[in-house]
């Protein structure tokens, strides 16, 4: 996708009368030669304005200036202007870099420089100041920046952050958790720790407290560039050593999860080669992205054909797979059911798992209820 085809939506703004740009991400982006994913427009159109001329739109919840609308095949967020000049706008915005907008017909319109910026490589702010007081969530996007686009940051820019470094405390933490996993996710990701250090701003982070303790254990984080958020946050518990370190962050339940099963498998990985129980346990997904975090650090890893090969050998996959279930426990012994069905359960599993019995119902049944003292 380009800032191209958000062109029909500027022309049929601008023919309603209205002015309108691209705006922001994509337009630095599109200077930067990098694929972008979302369009950001700006119009002096009011929300129910670009409500009555776009058929299909979505109001977002958080922001009655923002429209969500889909046309052309793409999808584009549409700010109203509020009455504001184009240019005054800009000059609010985080960066120079994202300070950027392109008309209609492809003209620049920079009023803070970012275009010199960019080329240059240089994180900037327009008032370095007053942006953070506007809104200290960018503290945190100057470091995700430096790590996604390594550009250097600009001095005066880096003073302001570590005179402001504490406000980052009072920002949402589901706005901190955006911003931190693409940190992460950078190849400058060194850097961006080191920028978290020196200014601060590490210290105050709401829901995960980055001191120079942890931020010097995150350095083992590679300078790999990776698109999964699973990924990031798997990063952070194995450096940390830690499988509660996510436990304050609004973050799904999944995810979470994810991230404390790769952590495990991780350590159980520095004394044993992938077998079979584990592997069952966790999952294809987990164990692939265990071996890429291995790999990623150096140490001898699997490719992910060859655990794939080895899960899809396994006796069975899941649960499900399994000749006898609880209930037909249950039916050959007349029994109550209590905990020692479930024991009985994951005997069998991990006996036919581990090759030890054949996945074969009246096999399983008999050793089962052996186990549990149930004949
Ligand atoms: P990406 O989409 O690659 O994550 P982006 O720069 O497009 O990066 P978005 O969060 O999509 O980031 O925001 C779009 C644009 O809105 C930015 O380029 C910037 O101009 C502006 N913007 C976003 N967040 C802020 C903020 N906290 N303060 C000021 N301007 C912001
Ligand atoms: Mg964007």
Same mark, same amino acid.
């Given at each position: 996708m380009t800032w191209v085809q958000a062109i029909p939506i500027l022309k049929k703004l601008e023919e309603s009368g209205h002015s309108a740009y691209v705006v922001g991400g994509a337009v630095r982006d599109f200077l930067l030669q990098r694929p972008i994913t979302d369009v950001d427009v700006a119009s002096s159109a009011a929300a129910d304005e670009v409500r009555r001329i776009f058929p299909k739109t979505v109001q977002m919840n958080n922001n009655h200036e923002t429209v969500l609308l889909f046309h052309n095949g793409i999808q584009a967020e549409v700010t109203t202007? %509020?009455? %504001?000049?184009l240019k005054e706008d800009l000059q609010h915005r985080d960066l120079t870099i994202n300070a950027l907008a392109m008309d209609v017909h492809g003209e620049l319109i920079d009023p803070t420089g970012g275009q010199v910026d960019l080329e240059q490589g240089l994180l900037r702010a327009y008032d370095p100041a007053r942006s953070f007081a506007d809104d200290p969530l960018r503290l945190l996007r100057v470091a995700r920046f430096h790590s996604e686009l390594g550009f250097a940051v600009d001095p005066l820019l880096k003073r302001e952050m570590t005179q402001f470094?504490?406000?980052?405390?009072?920002?949402?933490k589901e706005r901190v958790v955006k911003e931190l996993w693409q940190l992460l996710a950078g190849s400058g990701v060194q850097g961006a720790l080191s920028l978290l250090c020196e200014t601060g701003v590490g210290l105050y982070l709401p829901g995960l407290r980055l001191g120079d303790v942890e931020l010097k254990k995150l350095q $083992?984080?590679?300078s790999v560039h990776w698109e999964s958020e699973c990924r990031s946050w798997a990063e952070l518990l194995v450096s940390l050593r830690?499988?509660?370190?996510?436990?304050?962050?609004?973050?799904a339940n999944k995810t979470k999860q994810v991230g404390q099963q790769i952590w495990r498998m991780y350590q159980h990985r520095m004394r044993a080669a992938l077998d079979d129980g584990s592997l069952y346990e966790n999952g294809l997904e987990v164990a692939v992205l265990t071996e890429e975090i291995r790999k990623d650090r150096g140490l001898q890893a699997l490719r992910a054909a060859d655990v794939k090969a080895q899960f899809d050998s396994l006796?069975? $996959? %899941? %649960?499900?797979?399994?000749?006898?279930?609880g209930k037909d426990l249950l039916n050959a012994c007349q029994d109550q059911p209590g905990p020692w069905l479930a024991e009985a359960l994951a005997f069998a599993e991990y006996a036919v798992v581990t090759r030890q019995?054949?996945?074969k119902r009246e096999l399983l049944l008999k050793a089962a209820l052996k186990e549990v003292g149930r004949h």
């Open positions: 202007l %509020r009455g %504001r000049e470094a504490e406000t980052i405390a009072t920002v949402a $083992t984080i590679p830690s499988a509660d370190a996510l436990s304050e962050l609004p973050l006796p069975i $996959t %899941r %649960r499900s797979e399994l000749a006898i279930s019995l054949e996945n």
